[in-house]
């Protein structure tokens, strides 16, 4: 089955203490990105990946980090955490370039003490 | 891309269509009409996308005005898993990122 994963689904942490949150797809897709969702800003992009190797910022990449190692992963670092990046995060991927649909993981909802 | 403007809210019968509008004035010539829904807090979930032509797929249909300022989705026989909120993107071909609005949160009663 085509799927985005996504680990933890659920992660209560404290200040300061990294953290990665894992993100996998079985698609063979080029492009990867992670959004946050906070109640009343919608879905905000962190960062993308549009192949290995090659990554970029997106609207909100302060706090983060992101490594794309291999084609199928696309993990997000949180090196020091903070109670602001308390959140629901999405992990999507698709297919580069044309307009083809982006396959969204099912969520992982952060909370940093 | 363009901006969308949605209605915030919209409900209808359990059966019945349900037509859900969106406002894309300054859409350009190479920016796509997306549709996407998130059920609950669940990731998005892509529906359907077109560019001129009216578009059908196995969940819904896209009606998109001659000037393609507007489109319309149509779910045909609306149900309970329906509720959602949908979003309405425009975005260029060559371009991966989705930029989400607040969308239309669609109730279906029974």
């Known amino acids: 089955e085509a799927q985005v994963t996504q680990n933890p689904r659920y992660l209560i942490t404290v200040t300061g203490k990294k953290l990665t949150v894992t993100c996998s797809q079985n698609?063979?897709?080029?492009?990867m990105s992670w959004y946050r969702q906070d109640p009343g800003l919608g879905l905000r992009q962190i960062y993308y990946?549009?192949?290995?190797?090659?990554?970029d910022k997106g609207d909100v990449p302060e706090g983060y980090k992101v490594s794309r190692k291999e084609k199928r992963n696309f993990p997000l670092i949180l090196e020091s955490p903070s109670p602001n990046q308390t959140s629901l995060y999405f992990c999507a991927s698709q297919l580069a370039g044309g307009p083809h649909e982006q396959f969204f993981g099912p969520g992982t909802r952060l909370t940093v003490l | 891309d363009a901006k969308t403007t949605q209605p915030p809210s919209m409900d209808c019968a359990e059966g019945r269509a349900a037509n859900l509008p969106c406002n894309h004035s300054t859409i350009s010539g190479n920016e796509y009409v997306y549709w996407y829904r998130q059920i609950h807090s669940q990731g998005p979930q892509y529906i359907i996308h077109g560019l001129k032509n009216n578009e059908t797929n196995e969940m819904a249909s896209l009606i998109i005005t001659e000037d393609r300022k507007s489109s319309t989705l149509i779910l045909p026989h609306a149900t309970l898993r329906d509720t959602a909120v949908y979003y309405c993107i425009a975005r260029k071909s060559s371009g991966d990122k989705l930029t989400f609005g607040t969308g239309t949160r669609l109730a279906v009663r029974p």
């Open positions: 990946s549009m192949n290995v190797e090659v990554t």
């Open positions: 698609m063979n897709h080029e492009y």
